[in-house]
């Protein structure tokens, strides 16, 4: 959607000014039910016209927070803030534990579970909810690592693979055995350490009975 540079748009229920039209429209939509059904949700027209409108459409906010200084034109809007203090989160998945404080963001999770894969990788069958872990994935194909070390030559696709190399070089080890004293740099490495306590043999040979705790100890 392009419109004319000079062209401002302008929340009428607040002092909110933006050149963006997709900027305006995703401001109404946080001011809830109540802005969407007026008359008139937006203004638009020169800098000037807009910024001085504004001020003659704002509104009271007479919801205010029993916890911080903020302010709402609308209940709604104060019960959803007063979630960021209780921890509340009403909207729950049917698929999986989660739960989410806002109904747009359980929509986003949804994807997960939903056949709703629209991003799809143009060099393997894999689709994806997400079009940021498409990007992730593409690396595998491209070769592409942008996350380098600054300490030695290695670099690597995804961040959190450089955040634990660079524990080789801190020596910080994070994840601690809760039946031993031993620590590790990696959650995979405490996991495999784990099965010496418990038992567990997940990689079972398939040519004899045989198992064992550790995939390279299969091999």
Known sequence: LKVPEDIWFGCC?????????HAILNHLAA???EQSKGQHPFMSGSKSQVLGNTQKHKIEMPFKCNLCPQEFAYNSLLTRHNRAHTGEKPFKCKQCPLAFARNSNLRKHNRVHIDEKRFKCKHCPLVFAQIS????HNRTHIGEKPFKCTQCPRAFARDSHLQSHNRLHTGVRPFKCNQCPK??????????HNRMHTGEKPFKCKQCPRAFARNSHLQ
Do not use: E, M, N, Q
Request: aromatic residues 12%.
């Open 13 to 21: 229920s607040c002092t909110y000014v933006a050149r963006d039209p």
């Open 31 to 33: 001011h809830g039910d």
């Open 133 to 136: 872990h498409l990007r992730i």
């Open 183 to 192: 620590a590790f740099a990696r959650y995979s490495c405490l996991r495999s």
